[in-house]
Structure formats: structure tokens, C-alpha cells
């Protein structure tokens, strides 16, 4: 893999490496940390990953390719650690921490905060667990552990910078999702829950805060991922953690009248 720091990027599109469509061509095992990304909407470029370069586009007066010069960046070493603003430390400060690889930032960076969230979330699930075990609340147990492992994949997906490939969650896909949140008149015959008081008993308002961690952990991905424009890279997280929202909703319609 060819990690493209901001520094790096800014090198490269010195050297003269844009196309007249505003792209920018590199090797397909490149990566961008989120500054060079930001770096690259900022300039309105559009990255196109690539097997080869073209001979028309080697750069003529170093006598180089695109991929030499990315790669060579790449590559360079002068510390263990590599910061995301370009430099390297061979130690790693108390005040920072890995994001991806030896790829290093400050522990208050938002992909960090988004960690702590699910962490959070992910601790509050099992704790809430342990509540519907003990009220022999078994199939409770059961669709909080497919949330909680769908969660998993979602911050494995984010660590490793991967796609997220789990398409349902409790056996329903997106458009089953969206139909029994938007209408639970239909599904569960019951309205909205616009009025949550305590009267809905234990077990639903648990799950109900859940349900809002959810929430504060999507807002905590958009802010990890947002761009300039304020679109995201990683809307397949967006939308996993969005999706998990209305999964909650729906678990609160299935715990109503117990």
C-alpha cells in the first residue's frame, strides 16, 4: 500500500500530474489519509485509481511516472511513524495515537472521537443485554447481538479503511428497514413514538437510549468524514449507521407489549 500524505499530495499536483479532466491518476494501491483527501475535493480533483500509467502521461522533464514519483513518496522513511501532515517521528507522543497503520494523529482527531462512540454504544448494548438476559428476554438478547456485530463490522470497515459488505441486519434489507420505521401503524399497530415518557415501561426505554447513542455515533462519523462541500468519503458508514437508527426503532416496536 502507498499512503499519500497532505504534504505528499501537494507534491504531486506541484509536479504537474492533473489531466486536462482534472484527475489525478495513481497507482491502484494508493490510500489518501483524510487531509490529502480533503486536500483533493478542496481542488476539485477527481482521483482515478490505476493498474499503469500511460507513456503519454510520464512526466517529461524528470523522466518519471506518476507511479514512480507516488511511490516514491510513499516510501520515503525517516521515522517509525508517519504524521498526517506529512512528517515522521520515530517515538510516538503520549497526546497521539495509530489511526491506520503507523499512520499517526492527536487523540482528539474526529476519527479517534468516532471510536470513542462506538465503543460507547457497543458497551451500553451489552449492559442492556445482561438486563433483557436476566427478564428471560431471550430474542431481545439475540437481535441486540446481530446490532452488535453489525456495529463490529462497521468499525472494523472504518479501521482497515475497507467497504462495508453486510447488506441486512435482524434479516431485513434497506427497503424492509425503511418500510416498518416509516409505518409502524402497519407493521407493529402502533403510532409513532413521538412522546416517549417512562410509562412505556423498562425495557423500551432502554432501548430507546440506545437508540440515541446510535444517533450521536452517526453524527460522530459525518464529522469524521466530511468534506469541504460537506459531502462525506465514507457514505457506506453513513448509511450502515443511519440504517441502525431505524433498526433500533423497529426493536422498541417488538418490545412494546411484553
Not at 58 to 78: L, P, R, S
Not at 215 to 225: D, G, I, K, P, S
Request: aromatic residues 6%.
Amino acid at each position: 500500500m502507498n499512503l499519500i500524505t497532505e504534504d505528499g499530495l501537494k507534491k504531486i499536483i506541484k509536479s504537474g500530474q492533473v489531466n486536462e479532466n482534472n484527475e489525478l491518476r495513481l497507482p491502484q494501491n494508493s490510500m489518501l489519509t483524510p487531509s490529502a483527501k480533503s486536500l483533493l475535493a478542496d481542488h476539485k480533483l477527481k482521483l482515478v485509481l490505476v493498474a499503469e500509467i500511460p507513456e503519454d502521461e510520464k512526466i517529461e522533464d524528470k523522466k518519471t511516472t506518476v507511479m514512480e514519483t507516488a511511490t516514491a513518496m510513499a516510501a520515503k522513511k525517516i521515522g517509525k511513524f508517519i504524521l498526517e501532515s506529512g512528517g515522521y517521528l520515530d517515538d510516538k507522543p503520549e497526546y497521539m495515537t495509530q489511526v491506520y497503520g503507523n499512520l499517526l494523529v492527536n487523540k482528539d482527531h474526529k476519527r479517534i472521537k468516532l471510536r470513542g462512540e462506538v465503543d460507547l454504544l457497543m458497551g451500553e448494548i451489552m449492559k442492556v443485554q445482561i438486563r433483557a438476559k436476566a427478564l428471560e428476554r431471550n430474542e431481545l438478547v439475540t437481535d441486540l447481538q446481530e446490532v452488535f456485530d453489525y456495529i463490529g463490522k462497521l468499525s472494523r470497515s472504518e479501521i482497515l479503511s475497507e467497504p462495508v459488505s453486510t447488506n441486512t441486519i435482524l434479516g431485513f434489507n434497506e427497503q424492509e428497514i425503511r418500510a416498518m420505521s416509516h409505518n409502524p401503524k402497519k407493521y407493529f399497530n402502533h403510532e409513532h413514538l413521538f412522546n416517549i415518557t417512562y410509562e412505556l415501561g423498562e425495557i423500551p426505554i432502554l432501548l430507546n437510549a440506545l437508540r440515541a447513542l446510535i444517533r450521536r455515533t452517526e453524527v460522530a462519523c459525518y464529522e469524521a468524514f466530511k468534506q469541504a462541500d460537506g459531502t462525506v468519503t465514507r457514505g457506506d458508514l453513513m448509511q450502515g449507521y443511519n440504517r441502525l437508527s431505524s433498526v433500533m426503532y423497529i426493536i422498541i416496536f417488538k418490545n412494546l407489549d411484553h
